[in-house]
């Protein structure tokens, strides 16, 4: 089992991946890993991602108390990890960022989800539980917590929320950061695809 330390580290690894690609900017998004049984870890609410430490991580009870060395605030949708990791035992890592090319597919192409799993054939190897929708929410509310936890097809699966981003799980913190990757990669491929048909009409 990896140290405290090491999670905490692969945290802040994963949250600036994700600003060094453009799918979140310098406050958005969130990554999370369950340590334990009683607790979980994430990033914090209103620090920037590509400057983000281990100090500034906060640790979050199942019972909502949280702890951190700053005096940090957890981000404002610390309630949907905690739902997750309630429904899937097997989730240890969830990562959530605002995928420019997915999110604006999703309003244009059909069965997105489809189109997403079918661009390339080893994604289905990645996303092995499947894709979902969800339909816009407001951010960090509960509602979007629950609706966002119902919707996950299982401990390897991603959610796509409408207006706003994606949500990857998994095991590991590079299994649900792989998931949030190959969801960009392949809306853009997509996306490619579509301007190609679009110009051989």
């Known amino acids: 089992m990896e140290t405290i330390g090491a999670i905490k580290e692969k945290i802040v690894w994963a949250s600036k991946v994700l600003f060094e690609r453009g799918l979140i900017e310098v406050y958005d998004g969130n990554v999370s890993y369950r340590f334990s049984e009683d ?12 400057a983000l430490t281990i100090d500034d991580l906060v640790v979050v009870y199942f019972n909502d108390r949280w702890i951190n060395v700053k005096g940090l605030r957890p981000s404002v949708e610390y309630r949907m990890h905690k739902l997750i990791y309630q429904k899937f035992r097997d989730v240890k890592a969830i990562v959530h960022a605002h995928n420019p090319y997915v999110v604006a ?20 190897y990645y996303i092995p539980d499947g894709i979902s929708v969800v339909p816009r929410l407001p951010p960090g509310s509960l509602e979007l917590a629950e609706v966002v936890a119902e ?14 981003g994606v949500v990857g799980v998994g095991e590991t913190i590079e299994d649900a950061l792989h998931r949030v990757l190959i969801a960009e990669r392949n809306a853009k491929i997509v996306y490619i695809e579509s301007l190609f048909k679009m110009t051989l009409r």
């Open 151 to 164: 919707s996950l097809k299982g401990p390897n699966s991603l959610a796509i929320l409408r207006g706003h």
């Open 39 to 50: 607790y979980y870890i994430i990033t914090p609410s209103h620090v920037a991602k590509n």
């Open 105 to 124: 597919l999703t309003e244009i192409i059909p069965n997105i989800d489809e189109a997403l799993l079918e661009a390339t054939g080893e994604t289905q």
